[in-house]
C-alpha cells in the first residue's frame, strides 16, 4: 500500500522545513509506503533550492515537479495528481493551515470503505471576518446555483481513492475548480472535521483577486444558470416596458405632462444590464475559448524522484 501526498507550493520558503517535518512525522508512522510530491508553482523565493534539498536529504520519499511558470494552485494540485502513484493520494496546503495530524484518521476512512475524504472546517483561525463572510456568502450563492452540489466549509484539503484520483485526471478542463469536480465525480464521499490553524509562517498567496477567480471558476464551470439570468431579465424587461407604456397612455389622456426626467434611470438600468448580460456570456465563451486552444494545463521545467525524469 502506498500514500501519496501533494503539496503545491508557491513562494513557501518560510514554512517548506517545517511542513516537510510534520508530514514525514506523520506519513512515516502509516502503514505502507509513500511519496511527498511538492509541486513549484513558479516560486520567486527560494523554495525550489529548498526542494531540492529536501529531496537530496529523502530521496526514496520527497518527489518534486518544478513549474517553468506560475500556473496557478489548482493547476499545480492537477500536476501532482499526474505524477501521483500511491493507493491514495493526499492533497494539503505547504502553509501547515490544515493539519497534516489529520491525514492517519482520513486513511482510516479510507481503509473502511469511504473514496473522498475531505475536510470539514469548524473554524477559520487567523482569517479576517471579511474573508469568513465572504466565504459565507459564496458558498450560499455557488449552492443555490449547483443544487447544494458543494460541500460548505471546505477547500482542497482531502484524501481520495485511486479510482477517484484517475477520474479527476480525465477532465481535461482549464479552469479548473477541484473541489467542485471531486464533488461532481461522486463515489462515496465523507467529511472529516477540524479546526483551521493560522498560517505557520509567511503570507496568503491568495489575495481577493485570486479568490474572486476562484470562485468565478466554480460558479461558470458548473452552473450554467448565470446565461440563463439573461433571458429572465429579457422577460422583466418586456412586461416593464408593457407596463410603463399603459401609465404613461393613462397619463397623456388624463392631459398631465410626465415629462423626460423618467428616461435616465430607464436608460441607466437597461445599459447596466446588458453589459452584465454580455459580461457573464463573455466568461463562458472566454472559457470555451480557452479550451478550443489545446495548451497543456501545465510546463514541468524540471522533476525530481520520478524513475526516468530526473533532471
Not at 85 to 97: E, F, K, M, Y
Not at 231 to 246: F, H, K, P, S
Amino acid at each position: 500500500m502506498t500514500y501519496s501526498v501533494i503539496i503545491p507550493c508557491y513562494n513557501e520558503e518560510a514554512v517548506l522545513a517545517e511542513t516537510h517535518k510534520r508530514l514525514t512525522a506523520v506519513m512515516s508512522g502509516m502503514d505502507g509506503d509513500y511519496e511527498l510530491i511538492y509541486v513549484n508553482d513558479g516560486s520567486k523565493d527560494r523554495t525550489p533550492e529548498i526542494l531540492r534539498e529536501l529531496y537530496a536529504g529523502d530521496p526514496a520519499h520527497v518527489r518534486a515537479v518544478m513549474f517553468a511558470h506560475n500556473s496557478g494552485h489548482q493547476i499545480a494540485v492537477s500536476a501532482g495528481l499526474d505524477y501521483a502513484t500511491g493507493d491514495s493520494v493526499t492533497i494539503i496546503d505547504a502553509d501547515l493551515q490544515d493539519p497534516p495530524e489529520l491525514i492517519p484518521v482520513m486513511a482510516e476512512r479510507w481503509k473502511a470503505g469511504a473514496q473522498v475524504i475531505y475536510g470539514k472546517r469548524r473554524k477559520r483561525d487567523g482569517e479576517t471576518a471579511f474573508k469568513k463572510l465572504t466565504a459565507e456568502i459564496y458558498y450560499k450563492v455557488i449552492n443555490q446555483l449547483t443544487g447544494g452540489m458543494i460541500p460548505r466549509d471546505t477547500g482542497d484539503f482531502r484524501m481520495v481513492d485511486r479510482k477517484v484520483a484517475d477520474v479527476i485526471r480525465s477532465m481535461p478542463e482549464h479552469a479548473r475548480f477541484l473541489r467542485g469536480m471531486f464533488a461532481w465525480a461522486g463515489f462515496r464521499q465523507e467529511a472529516v472535521e477540524y479546526d483551521r490553524d493560522k498560517r505557520f509562517a509567511g503570507e496568503t498567496h491568495y489575495p481577493l483577486k485570486k479568490m474572486l477567480k476562484l470562485a468565478a471558476d466554480g460558479i461558470f464551470s458548473f452552473s450554467f444558470k448565470p446565461l440563463k439570468l439573461a433571458t429572465a431579465l429579457g422577460v422583466v424587461y418586456l412586461a416593464a416596458a408593457v407596463i410603463l407604456a399603459l401609465v404613461f397612455v393613462i397619463i397623456a389622456c388624463c392631459g398631465t405632462a410626465a415629462g423626460l426626467w423618467w428616461l435616465v434611470p430607464v436608460l441607466l438600468l437597461t445599459a447596466g444590464t446588458l453589459h452584465v448580460c454580455l459580461g457573464l456570456t463573455g466568461e463562458y465563451i472566454a472559457r470555451i475559448y480557452d479550451e478550443t486552444r489545446q495548451r497543456p494545463l501545465y510546463v514541468a521545467a524540471d522533476v525530481l524522484g520520478f524513475d526516468g525524469e530526473d533532471a
